[in-house]
């Protein structure tokens, strides 16, 4: 599985961004995928997930009501639509996928947007 962010950028808080991003490869053995986020000298935590099957959605705190994760399964690609975004945002945002093959277990990460809210 090979994943593709985009939609990165500058933004002044309170404005909106949507990050995208592309799966090639065994789409097929994907179950769920989620947008992570590093900023400098932070470890990397969960924004976002989604399941596949069902379409069932968790959130960090922090993004709650501002941020919503979607899927387009006939396009392999996942969305992030942030909105209201604060300078706390800032951070390279990193898209992953859960996959199964068989009973081994395997997660991919895309290369990161970076996405930088001004105050």
């Known amino acids: 599985v090979q994943l593709v962010e985009s939609g990165g950028g500058l933004v002044q808080a309170g404005g909106s961004l949507r990050l995208f991003c592309a799966a090639s490869?065994?789409?097929?053995?994907?179950?769920?995928m989620g947008w992570y986020r590093q900023a400098p000298g932070k470890q990397r935590e969960l924004v976002a997930r989604?399941?596949?099957?069902?379409?069932?959605?968790n959130y960090a705190d922090s993004v709650k009501g501002r941020f919503t994760i979607s899927r387009d399964n006939a396009k392999n690609t996942m969305y992030l639509q942030m909105n209201s975004l604060k300078p706390e945002d800032t951070a390279v945002y990193y898209c992953?996928?859960?996959?199964?093959?068989?009973?081994?277990?395997?997660?991919?990460w895309g290369q990161g947007t970076q996405v930088t809210v001004s105050s």
């Open positions: 490869g065994s789409t097929f053995s994907i179950n769920a």
């Open positions: 992953k996928a859960e996959a199964v093959v068989g009973f081994l277990r395997h997660n991919y």
């Open positions: 989604i399941i596949s099957g069902g379409g069932s959605t």
